[in-house]
């Protein structure tokens, strides 16, 4: 029961440099989310999928890019790492119930520290 | 966009006290999730609610889904050192395709 799978789980990076987090699940969700969690701000989210193909900003999208190419796995790239990008960076997934998508349920994280 | 109050931020009680903790929205909510989150680890799904009015226990822990569609409660019995960590509220407004967080209450535990 692998469930939300993320890579990598530790990072550093320097100013400028890129890289992309690949978060993978194996529970045939339709919905899946990035989220960024920083002392005190409680988890924000960054951008989302609510299927392959298709992705949406959330609300703290700016300096980052997304993809979904394919069902299982929604990919978060920096373009360009600033140091205002450290943080703990959640992917978590989620079906759809009814009147919409609900119990999402979370990898392990990536801390990523830019410097 | 929609947002999610939570208090307290913060609690320190004694082992064996209960808690109480809540989240209030200025939106109306169609779902209402409950999250720990364990220091390292992603957070865990606790509790689920989907209808207002809703009580719904997991062991020890219980949670309310406010009347008004607008506030959700957890409370945690006799809690135990591995209570200890963050808990999150989570909402979703009706027609919305994302759940909105709170900020989270740490819970501490004194032995």
């Known amino acids: 029961n692998a469930g939300v799978t993320q890579t990598p789980k530790f990072r550093v990076l320097k100013t400028g440099q890129s890289m992309t987090l690949l978060c993978a699940q194996d529970m045939n969700h339709e919905y ?12 924000r989210l960054i951008h989302y999928s609510v299927g392959e193909g298709t992705t949406a900003k959330g609300e703290v999208p700016d300096g980052y890019n997304v993809s979904r190419l394919k069902k299982q796995n929604f990919l978060l790239g920096l ?13 978590a997934s989620s079906y759809s119930r ?11 994280g990536t801390r990523l520290t830019v410097v | ?9 913060s609690m320190f009680i004694q082992e064996g006290e209960d808690v109480s903790m809540n989240c209030t929205s200025s939106s109306i909510f169609n779902t209402w999730l409950w999250y720990k989150q364990d220091p390292g680890e992603g957070p865990v799904l606790l509790i689920a609610l989907y209808k207002a009015g809703e009580l719904t226990s997991n062991g020890r822990l219980t ?4 009347i008004t569609r607008k506030d959700s409660f957890l409370n ?3 809690s135990i050192p591995s209570d200890v960590g963050i808990y999150f509220c989570a909402g979703q407004v009706r027609g919305a395709q994302k759940l909105v967080f709170g900020q989270g209450t740490r819970l501490t535990i004194n032995p």
Not at chain 1, 98 to 108: I, P, S, Y
Not at chain 2, 63 to 66: I, N, S, V
Request: proline fraction near 6%.
């Open chain 1, 98 to 108: 009814g009147r919409g998508n609900t119990e999402a349920f979370f990898g392990q």
């Open chain 1, 79 to 91: 373009e360009s790492a600033a140091p205002s990008q450290t943080s703990v960076y959640f992917c």
């Open chain 2, 76 to 78: 945690i019995s006799a």
């Open chain 2, 1 to 9: 966009g929609q947002q999610l109050n939570q208090s307290p931020q």
């Open chain 2, 63 to 66: 949670a309310q889904f406010g």
């Open chain 1, 32 to 43: 899946m989310y990035w989220y960024r969690q920083d002392p005190g701000m409680g988890l």
